[in-house]
């Protein structure tokens, strides 16, 4: 099992750019594909994007693809989403997950984190 913190949400004007990360704890980091979700108030828990255990593989959400990059650095058991050109509907609490393959679902995800709030505003 992998324990994941996310961190790096905040408040962001139209247009800007953020990143979030997620750091996870255990031995077992490199081998599990990492994805994120989120959420917007009233909605449901939707694919934005996720990497391969090695990260030679990466896909995304059509919603976010151009503007998002997801990355990892398996050294430091940590995954990132660098979020581009940012609009009001990207609003949303981001999820980390981790799991044994690239998922577009939420299914087949075995672990997640807490979420790291992410509004863009003007």
């Known amino acids: 099992q992998v324990q994941l913190v996310e961190s790096g949400g905040g408040l962001v004007q139209p247009g800007g750019l953020l990143s979030v990360s997620c750091a996870a704890s255990?031995?077992?980091?490199?081998?599990?594909?990492m994805g994120w979700f989120r959420q917007a108030p009233g909605k449901e828990r939707e694919f934005v994007a996720a990497?391969?255990?090695?990260?030679?593989?990466?896909t995304y959400a059509d919603s976010v693809k151009g503007r998002f990059t997801i990355s990892r650095d398996n050294a430091k058991n940590t995954v990132y989403l660098q979020m581009n050109s940012l609009k009001p509907q990207d609003t949303a609490d981001y999820y980390c997950?981790?799991?044994?393959?690239?998922?577009?679902?939420?299914?087949?995800?075995?672990?997640w984190g807490q979420g790291t709030q992410v509004t863009v505003s003007s």
């Open positions: 997950a981790a799991g044994p393959v690239v998922s577009t679902t939420s299914l087949g995800w075995g672990s």
């Open positions: 255990g031995r077992s980091f490199s081998t599990h594909a």
């Open positions: 990497i391969s255990a090695g990260g030679g593989y990466t």
